[in-house]
């Protein structure tokens, strides 16, 4: 079965280890890649020899490629150099953008990025039997009680979803 790339954002990194199930996400059938900068976002949890042992490609960005994210930074100031440079090894690789945050999907989306969430990836799990619906659920819950930034009324009707499904 071929893996389908995509460049992963921190904050479904952290909407993982809070929701703990972390290792879980990389039994999906991706090819994750990630840039160094997001990689040193959670090196306080995970090393990037122990990201990379779960399949996570780090992408170290050359001086060009850092001068270009900084360009594009300074025309979209409500993005986090960390936002940017998903987009911009999006872009580069043309892999499919995995990430919550609203202003980084709509700039995925005007330049026609394939793009993609938490809850997403979540139901991605389900379907490919990685997770029961109800461990989903759970999974969800951790990441609510957490505090991660998650559509809350879209989360609730998914957990009861999967509560009952079998």
Same mark, same amino acid.
Do not use: F, Q
């Given at each position: @079965?071929? !893996?389908?790339?995509?460049? #992963?954002?921190?904050? #479904?990194?952290f909407d993982f280890l809070a929701g703990k199930i972390f290792d879980t996400l990389f039994l999906l059938p991706f090819d994750f890649h990630t840039s160094d900068?997001?990689?040193? +976002?959670?090196?306080?949890?995970?090393?990037?020899k122990q990201l990379a042992s779960l399949?996570? %490609?780090i992408l170290a960005l050359n001086d060009i490629e850092t001068q270009e994210i900084l360009v594009l930074q300074e025309d979209?100031?409500?993005l986090s150099l960390e936002d940017i440079s998903v987009l911009f090894l999006s872009q580069k690789h043309h892999t499919l953008l995995l990430s919550n945050d609203g202003p980084l999907r709509e700039l995925a989306d005007a330049s026609r990025i394939e793009y993609h969430g938490t809850?997403?990836?979540l139901? +991605?799990?389900? %379907?490919?039997?990685?997770?029961r619906p109800q461990e989903a659920a759970s999974a969800l819950r951790f @990441?609510?009680?957490? %505090?991660?930034w998650?559509? !809350?009324? +879209?989360?609730?009707t998914l957990i009861k979803k999967w509560e009952y499904e079998e």
């Open positions: @079965m071929s !893996r389908r790339p995509c460049c #992963i954002d921190t904050n #479904i990194l900068i997001v990689a040193y +976002e959670i090196s306080d949890t995970y090393s990037e399949g996570l %490609k979209h100031i409500e809850l997403w990836l139901d +991605e799990i389900i %379907k490919g039997e990685i997770l @990441m609510l009680n957490n %505090k991660r998650l559509p !809350r009324p +879209e989360c609730e």
